[in-house]
């Protein structure tokens, strides 16, 4: 005999669905390479009035000149110093969450000034699901290392508060823009390399010859590109051209290392990298080939991802948590970094 419509929502109404207790699960966690490097060497300054400063040169005056018996010899007088400047400026990212939230989630606040102490309420490990204050503070470290990447990598036009990242300082148009208070247009020197529109071809290997080709001219001054990061689509040319000369592998092969990642080692050129940023920033097609011994960030003394827990206004029953970093982007050599797309 089939239950009726009132038997059925009588048992509903009886049970409860059954959860798997633990924080939430992230389904959009992405590797950030560029962050990673950046981080690991990045270096630290005093302090200052708002400025980095450096010198730089180009120009060399001094040059041998024949000469015999008496004749007049010329002396140079050189003055060929170059100065770059970089701003640097302050993040700040942050979250904050009422003491009624926490309650409805039975978190009860001891030290309600800051909230730097809190308890479980009797009871709330049968009821509760995910800690409502623990899936906060991970959504404040992930949410930082994202916009922090991508700070890294934009050109800073997104905010006349925030450093100009990897797109600021390598161009796709290098012969145009002031860097570090240098002007490309005019001073050679102070230009990266640059190859857009290459149309990869298994039978040409055009896309393999250019990069062996650009090797080379960002060697020329000393230049060694250490880190190609890329876009899918750009990827997917690489292969095209490696796999039918069968001349790459991919890394974790013979290191152990996950070769789903799909980067692609090629000899004498180096490992090409995925950056998944570069895709959700519209770059798929390029890759990026920087030397991290001249691309870096400055992060000023004791101010590096700086934690504060602000105490709570007394009008307002809230717990805050923030994080600032003062620092920029500084690239002290430009003729070592190029970039490079596909159609």
Not at 34 to 54: I, N, S
Not at 178 to 204: E, H, Y
Not at 279 to 302: Q, T, W
Request: overall charge neutral; glycine content about 10%; aromatic content about 8%.
């Amino acid at each position: 005999m089939a239950m009726t419509l009132a038997q059925i929502e009588s048992i509903a109404n009886a049970r409860l669905d059954h959860y798997i207790k633990g924080q939430p699960l992230s389904q959009t966690l992405q590797d950030k390479p560029l962050m990673k490097a950046l981080r690991a060497k990045q270096k630290t300054f005093p302090g200052g009035r708002g400025e980095l400063k450096f010198n730089v040169k180009n120009d060399y005056t001094t040059a041998f000149m024949g000469y015999e018996d008496d004749d007049t010899v010329t002396y140079g007088n050189p003055s060929n110093i170059r100065q770059v400047a970089y701003s640097y400026y302050e993040l700040h990212a942050g979250i904050k969450i009422s003491l009624t939230e926490l309650k409805r989630d039975g978190i009860n606040v001891v030290d309600s000034l800051n909230g730097e102490k809190t308890a479980m309420a009797e009871g709330r490990e049968i009821e509760g699901i995910s800690n409502i204050f623990d899936d906060k503070l991970e959504d404040m470290n992930e949410g930082m290392e994202r916009s922090f990447n991508e700070i890294c990598w934009r050109d800073g036009t997104q905010s006349a508060k925030v450093f100009g990242g990897v797109l600021s300082l390598v161009s796709g148009t290098p012969t145009t823009g002031v860097v570090g208070g240098i002007d490309r247009a005019t001073n050679s020197f102070w230009r990266n390399r640059a190859s857009l529109a290459i149309t990869p071809s298994a039978a040409s290997q055009t896309l393999v010859t250019t990069l062996r080709s650009e090797t080379r001219q960002l060697r020329r001054y000393g230049g060694r590109p250490n880190m190609l990061l890329c876009g899918s689509t750009f990827l997917e040319g690489l292969e095209l051209e490696a796999t039918a000369k069968g001349d790459y592998t991919q890394t974790g092969f013979d290191k152990g290392v996950d070769v789903a990642v799909g980067d692609i080692s090629l000899k004498n050129l180096g490992t090409f990298k995925y950056d998944p940023t570069l895709d959700d920033l519209g770059y798929a097609k390029y890759c990026f080939a920087l030397d991290m011994n001249h691309i870096k960030l400055e992060v000023m003394s004791g101010e590096d991802m700086k934690r504060h827990s602000p105490a709570r206004p007394p009008e307002k029953y809230v717990i805050y948590r923030g994080c600032t970093w003062t620092g920029t982007m500084m690239a002290n050599k430009l003729n070592a970094h190029g970039v490079y797309s596909v159609v």
